[in-house]
């Protein structure tokens, strides 16, 4: 709360960002901070009006923000991040979170951290052991056409964007969400692929969307599987190859079984920007 008096002056042009860095408004005398998804009265440090995403944790205050854990949490203006499962099957777990090893393994919380979003969702999404580019592509339009409420729910497209996190047969089938999405006027702004399956037939929309393309070339499924089609995903701005350490049957899935991997990546886009200057990027190590 500004404390105003004959004694406050500044020569500075009023800055209209400030707590957070969220907008003040003014207007008709409010003096609210727009978060996106709803208004901050900074001058009772309270909300005045309920969480979009309050009915996800019913055993929080439906004015809590973000889960009343200020600390360790934040949220910048209600973002989702979108994780899109591989092939279920051959020892992989379940879809949805457990895909991941739970909605706070130590890969989500570091894809929430990585990509400075608290919002997930998980997909859980049993594609075909024989099924191409084309046909997941189709498939994750459709899922997306018949889910956009869910999807969206509790964001606005004039201020949010949603992001993808994928694993292998995910790759194609995200892009077909996201496509979908962007019909519908919503923004996609990152997709990170994991050892994308079938990845030399793949091409995304490198323009609209940041895409990272991470794999690992000695990775059986997506290097060496008969119909794996290895390459390189056009359209991507980041392309990074390293061989993988693991066992060769944990390899596949070794970017994502733990939190190592986003410090990683970070290191890799850091060192390439400072030798190459530019974000189109390739690492092959």
Do not use: C
Not at 88 to 96: A, D, M, Q, R, T
Not at 117 to 141: E, P, V
Not at 211 to 221: G, H, R
Request: cysteine-free; proline content about 4%.
């Amino acid at each position: 709360m500004e404390q105003l008096g004959s004694w406050y002056s500044t020569v500075a042009p009023d800055n209209d960002y400030r707590y957070n860095g969220k907008e003040l408004n003014d207007d008709y005398g409010i003096r609210l901070h727009d978060y996106g998804a709803r208004w901050y009265d900074a001058a009772i440090g309270r909300w005045n009006e309920v969480d979009p995403l309050a009915h996800k944790y019913p055993s929080i205050s439906t004015y809590a923000y973000v889960a009343n854990n200020p600390i360790n949490a934040i949220d910048p203006d209600g973002r989702r991040i979108i994780f899109i499962n591989g092939y279920k099957g051959f020892g992989s777990p379940e879809g949805g979170a457990r895909y991941w090893g739970g909605s706070n393994s130590a890969f989500v919380r570091g894809a929430m951290k990585y990509l400075n979003d608290k919002d997930t969702y998980f997909a859980d999404i049993d594609h075909g052991a024989l099924s191409s580019n084309s046909t997941r592509i189709s498939a994750g339009r459709k899922w997306a056409e018949n889910n956009l409420a869910t999807l969206t729910d509790g964001l606005d497209k004039d201020v949010d964007d949603i992001k993808f996190v994928t694993h292998s047969m995910g790759a194609a089938f995200s892009e077909g969400v996201s496509e979908y999405l962007k019909e519908q006027g919503w923004t996609v702004s990152d997709a990170i692929h994991f050892n994308a399956y079938q990845a030399d037939g793949l091409e995304v929309d490198g323009e609209s969307t940041t895409v990272i393309d991470y794999q690992l070339n000695n990775d059986p499924v997506t290097f060496f599987g008969p119909t794996s089609n290895p390459g390189r995903i056009r359209g991507a701005q980041t392309t990074i190859y390293e061989k993988g350490e693991s066992d060769i049957q944990y390899r596949h899935r070794e970017p994502i079984d733990s939190g190592e991997i986003w410090n990683r990546l970070n290191t890799l886009i850091e060192e390439a920007l400072k030798r190459d200057g530019n974000t189109k990027i390739n690492i092959q190590n």
